[in-house]
């Protein structure tokens, strides 16, 4: 009975010895980690930012006309000057407008001249009708004429007077009628003007959407147009940076296709809106170089130097932990780990200040890879 007894015991054993040693593993035995000594030395406060090469001065060339597309001068990727012809409509039945109302401009010049020779003649009527009236006037004072004769004469003369202003009315419609040619011919002009399309500044051709043939509409795509004195880098930052961000402030910019390479820029303006859903906000960094490739739109990483210190303590920012909002480190003492609280200063990208709570020489600790267990107070470690 005894022997039977033990048998039925041994399982539990050994179950219960398997727990025992896995509670020691876990609550008792030191768990590794990775150290770091703090030191002092220089901190750039690094801003990174990632977002798109982008112009800031970008146009599409559209017609403003509705008319066939009869050339094209030139492709994406074509450097361009200020008022180079870019691209060109059928302009024959516009030529022909303008030469239409040319000649109707002419024509009522022609009618004013006409208009003015019949005012002249009509003064020079009028003025012989005056005479005339006048001779009536006295003949009849002196009853050497009959009555009859000067009726004659007044009535000549309101003849006169009549064609007069008819004549000066008719110069005044033909003037005006030469102000509606002229105008309609600047119109027909400025209408033969929109047949071309020119650069409105120095810059690139980014991209060709159309070629010769098709009848375009107003304010469609012909070509895509940047001005290269200004590109920059849009990226997106986080908004707990913005304190520390200021136009001016020197920065490099690390294209995708050029990974190993720094391109020196500066901040050339904030953002005054966030994202709502990122609380990211953008940041645009002129670039003073570009690669030899570029396209607008390439990817890129922006690292702005908000500020930098020298002699100051550092740490390297995977060691910090937060408790309660609060900064903290595990510090290394006679091998437990030691919660302790820290006051964080400037933020680099490789290390971090540290303003309070630690001294230099201190040995901080993390969990080293791989080791899903948090490090609790007091727990033992083991330093790989």
């Known amino acids: 009975m005894k022997r039977i007894s033990l048998r039925k015991l041994l399982p539990w054993l050994v179950v219960a010895a398997i727990v025992v040693f896995a509670v020691y593993r876990l609550k008792f035995s030191p768990t590794p980690v990775m150290t770091y000594i703090i030191a002092t030395g220089e901190v750039r406060g690094d801003v990174m930012g990632t977002g798109t090469l982008e112009a800031r001065v970008k146009t599409t060339i559209s017609p403003r006309i ?162 290269t004195n200004e590109i920059w880098v849009s990226a997106w930052v986080d908004e707990t ?25 500066e901040v050339a303006r904030l953002g005054r809106e966030a994202d709502r859903e990122t609380r990211e906000f953008l940041v645009d960094v002129r670039v003073k170089e570009l690669p030899e490739n570029w396209t607008i739109g390439q990817r890129a990483e922006v690292f702005i130097e908000a500020g930098k210190k020298s002699g100051v303590l550092l740490m390297p920012p995977q060691f910090i932990r937060w408790r309660e909002g609060k900064a903290g480190v595990f510090v290394n003492e006679h091998g437990h780990a030691r919660w302790l609280g820290v006051t964080l200063g400037l933020r680099g990208l490789q290390n971090v200040e540290v303003t309070q709570g630690l001294s230099a020489g201190e040995q901080i600790v993390r969990p080293v890879e791989g080791q899903k267990q948090p490090l609790t107070d007091g727990q033992r470690i083991k330093v790989k």
């Not at 870019?86 to 109302?101: F, G, N």
């Open 66 to 227: 509705q008319e066939r597309l009869a050339e094209v001068l030139v492709d994406q990727g074509d450097a361009v000057k200020s008022g180079q012809l870019l691209a060109r409509l059928d302009d024959a039945e516009t030529k022909q407008q303008v030469a239409i109302a040319e000649a109707t401009l002419t024509a009522a010049r022609a009618t004013v001249e006409r208009v003015r020779s019949d005012e002249a003649r009509a003064q020079a009527v009028l003025k012989q009708a005056q005479q005339d009236h006048q001779r009536s006037i006295e003949l009849l004072a002196g009853k050497i004429t009959s009555q009859a004769d000067f009726d004659k004469s007044a009535e000549a003369l309101h003849v006169a007077e009549a064609d007069l202003k008819s004549a000066q009315a008719a110069i005044v419609e033909a003037e005006s009628q030469v102000f509606t040619d002229e105008k309609t011919l600047l119109y027909q002009k400025e209408h033969l003007a929109f047949t071309e399309m020119r650069s409105p500044y120095d810059g690139l051709v980014t991209r060709r959407d159309r070629d010769p043939g098709g009848i375009v509409v107003p304010g469609s795509s012909i070509l895509q147009l940047v001005a």
């Open 241 to 265: 940076a913005m304190t520390g961000l200021q136009a001016g402030q020197p920065a490099r910019v690390v294209f995708r296709s050029e990974p190993a390479k720094n391109y020196a820029g």
